[in-house]
């Protein structure tokens, strides 16, 4: 398979799922991170107020007192704390950060310090004094990765647990799909029983319903091939028979004359032949396009007809049949307008060979509330209703007709028919005396 590209609906499946879970996990991730940054940055935003505004006693802290609990040896800590009197002299400083040389502007704000750190300020002021707390955001930062994985850790622990679980379910759902694929692989090419449906899921069943109305219409298409090659077979042997006969009268022929004769017989029964194998194919081809055919096309019935007509008048001008149109309306169908021009020409051949010489064949197309009707009657001896359902099926002639032929050229017009979804009708022509053969088109 060069250039194919294939998929596994399995893969498909826990790729997505799994991967959904995946980008669940980091979207709440990072949620909770987002959300506890957030409470963190109120939280202490609230605390760093409340601490300002203790120090606004307006007495002065200074930095002489080692065990104060703000002085130096609590560097450390997140907060600190800058004192300036109201002529912006440093009056205090709660760790040893060299930070700010002078206050910011009062409330909050954020300062990146030279050592690309950045820090949450607020400043507020007094008569006395200029007070300014300082935190680390570094330290917001970490409480915030603290709660969050705090808050996710119990997704984090369910998402293996929560893929397992997935994959056993994907698993478990195509199980049956791989059976049937089993089955299938299982299977020897002439093995078309219905494939079996229990236990698969809704969404899979219709597709191995179609596959067993396939598998029941190949059954059909075998069957009647089988058929139709016994039936050929036999078909076939009595003109090959006689051609041999034929043959060997001609080799046996006395005279000149009698040559002749031979040869005139030889020659018929080779045309007859001919004749039998052009209807075997046309059959089988009619056959393959029923179930193999293509988008049909609107074709011109009556257009068609008289094509048709064309190509049998030679074969009635020969036997001096009275061969025309008795009526041609305009009218569309649908379908394959080869295939009904051999419908078409296989009735009118019928019609010619059956009528008596000097008789009359007559065709009429005809557009009313029922559909398009094709319509030929001739003047020959018909068709006994107990024969007409018989006289469809392959190489059946009536008996006592007094014409050869193959058998097969009704076959074909019932074939062509119910590839167009017509219906074909043999009755009595009231008009003619002989048969009257109806093709009704739905419309």
Do not use: C
Request: no cysteine; net charge neutral.
């Amino acid at each position: 398979m060069s250039g194919a590209t294939t998929h596994s609906l399995r893969t498909r499946l826990l790729g997505f799922i799994l991967g959904a879970i995946v980008v669940a996990a980091v979207v709440q991730v990072v949620t909770a991170y987002r959300t506890a940054l957030s409470e963190a940055d109120a939280l202490f935003d609230r605390h760093m107020q409340k601490m300002a505004f203790s120090l606004r006693s307006g007495t002065p802290l200074i930095n002489d007192e080692p065990n104060s609990a703000l002085s130096a040896d609590r560097e450390n800590e997140d907060f600190f704390v800058q004192m300036w009197s109201a002529n912006g002299v440093p009056i205090f400083q709660s760790a040893a950060h060299r930070l700010l040389r002078q206050p910011g502007p009062p409330g909050f704000s954020n300062l990146r310090s030279l050592d690309n750190r950045t820090y949450r300020l607020f400043v507020i002021a007094t008569p006395q004094q200029v007070i300014l707390v300082a935190q680390d955001m570094a330290a917001r930062r970490d409480m915030a990765r603290s709660l969050a994985l705090r808050t996710a850790l119990p997704a984090l622990l369910m998402a293996p647990l929560l893929m397992l679980v997935v994959w056993w379910v994907v698993s478990r759902s195509l199980a049956p799909v791989a059976s049937v694929r089993t089955q299938v692989a299982r299977r020897r090419a002439d093995d078309l029983h219905p494939v079996n449906e229990q236990g698969l899921p809704a969404e899979v069943r219709p597709l191995i319903q179609e596959l067993n109305l396939l598998f029941e219409r190949l059954r059909q298409a075998f069957e009647a091939q089988q058929h139709f090659v016994a039936d050929a077979a036999h078909e076939l042997r009595s003109p090959l028979a006689a051609l041999k006969i034929q043959l060997q009268g001609l080799q046996r022929a006395a005279d000149e004359p009698a040559r002749e004769l031979a040869i005139k017989r030889l020659a018929a029964g080779i045309d007859r032949a001919g004749h039998l194998v052009d209807q075997l194919l046309v059959l089988a081809r009619q056959q393959t396009h029923a179930s193999a055919s293509g988008e049909p096309q609107p074709v011109a019935l009556d257009q068609v007809s008289l094509v048709a007509l064309a190509d049998a008048m030679p074969a009635a001008q020969a036997r001096g049949i009275d061969l025309g149109v008795h009526r041609s309306d305009a009218t569309t169908v649908r379908g394959d307008a080869e295939a009904l021009r051999t419908l078409i020409r296989n009735l009118l051949d019928n019609a010619i060979k059956y009528s008596p010489p000097g008789g009359t064949v007559d065709l009429s197309v005809q557009a009313d509330m029922v559909g398009a009707v094709l319509v030929i009657e001739d003047s020959g001896p018909g068709i006994a209703p107990r024969d007409r359902a018989r006289v469809l099926d392959r190489f059946y002639r009536v008996s006592g007709s007094g014409a050869e032929g193959s058998g097969l050229g009704l076959a074909i017009v019932k074939a062509i028919a119910e590839r167009h979804g017509a219906r074909l009708q043999l009755d009595e022509s009231t008009r003619l005396g002989g048969l009257r053969v109806q093709v009704i088109f739905a419309p």
